[in-house]
């Protein structure tokens, strides 16, 4: 039987110092633990922290769009060579891959990503990820690599997202960690926003992402690196935020179109409409109350319920402007019941 898929995600606060540099004891420690685990899972690392590791290049930083993309594309190659020095006492090899979304909401670029993927996990090297920040068209935000392990955990029908935090974990509003969670919309309530709660740190996204990954049939766990093999110990159970996964039978194809890949557009949708979707019916324009966004034909968009919580993903038979167009034409197909997965 295949070795399960493990994505593990590190977050820009999680491994840098207070200067915005790599902290080399964090990424010490990750090497060393996750070498523990390496026989028994194939193992994705999304890694943050390329602007931090490249500011110190860019003269006169500020902090601009342009130097951040700067700054990653000088602190990437040098984030991974250190992941790379530290991960080799071990006789583990790794692996750099900059992603886009699009590579994402193309299903054959999709599926050449995964088989290089397992390429790499058939010769024991650990593929390194991160955002292509340097020509991104999208703000570098903190979220940006939650959504990119999340869209790699789904895609490829990971067993385990783990997600590492600063805080070591989802606080409550005592600041004590919650070590189970099976219903994430109860647990939306502890994230706080302002800056003197110490459970900031975009955990807001990483529980939007947890809950398609949970929807999607995978645990989801969020930790720390602070206390002794943390990592170890989380996957464990002993330590850490645990999100119970939910039950699933998709296919392959239907996980990748479930992840959402490239967003194009929105639609909110009637309750006829949503119960017909239930039903794994079509949907129809007559059913369809608010379009969101510019896409063509073939992208990929979201369906939101009449009480305004997302139901849906699906590929989109009709254009956005035919759809604004026709819904009041009856017959008028939105979206094959084929290509559409509930979630």
Request: net charge neutral.
């Amino acid at each position: 039987m295949s070795k399960p898929i493990l994505v593990i995600k590190f977050g820009t606060a999680s491994i840098t110092l207070p200067s915005g540099e790599p902290d080399i004891r964090i990424i010490s420690e990750i090497a060393r633990q996750v070498s523990e685990i390496h026989s028994g899972y194939r193992i994705i690392i999304v890694s943050s922290g390329a602007v931090g590791a490249g500011k110190a290049y860019i003269q006169d930083y500020k902090g601009t769009m342009t130097q951040r993309k700067a700054a990653a594309s000088v602190g990437n190659p040098l984030l991974v060579g250190l992941y790379a020095t530290h991960f080799a006492p071990n006789k583990i090899y790794i692996a750099q891959s900059l992603c886009e979304r699009q590579h994402f909401a193309n299903r054959s670029k999709f599926l050449q990503l995964k088989e290089t993927f397992e390429e790499l996990w058939e010769n024991n090297i650990i593929p390194i990820v991160n955002e292509n920040d340097v020509v991104s068209d999208r703000e570098l935000k903190f979220s940006d690599n939650d959504e990119l392990a999340t869209l790699l955990a789904v895609g490829f029908g990971a067993e385990i997202l783990m997600f590492c935090t600063s805080v070591g974990g989802l606080l409550d509003e005592q600041g004590k960690i919650l070590r189970n969670v099976s219903n994430v919309n109860e647990v939306f309530k502890f994230v706080r926003t302002d800056k003197s709660f110490l459970g900031l740190g975009g955990m807001a996204s990483k529980l939007t992402f947890a809950k398609l990954a949970a929807r999607m049939a995978i645990r989801v766990i969020i930790f720390g690196m602070n206390g002794k093999d943390e990592l170890l110990e989380a996957l464990q159970g002993n330590a850490g935020t645990l999100i119970q996964p939910g039950k699933s039978t998709l296919s392959a194809r239907n996980r990748w179109l479930g992840s959402g890949g490239l967003v194009s557009g929105r639609l909110q949708i009637d309750e006829g409409a949503s119960k017909a979707l239930l039903k794994r019916k079509s949907l129809l324009a007559v059913g369809v109350t608010e379009v969101d966004g510019d896409f063509e034909s073939g992208e990929i968009i979201e369906i939101y319920s009449h009480e305004k919580e997302m139901i849906a993903v699906a590929r989109a038979r009709e254009t956005s402007s035919a759809i604004r167009e026709n819904l009041k034409t009856l017959n008028f197909e939105v979206a094959h019941a084929n290509d559409i997965v509930l979630l």
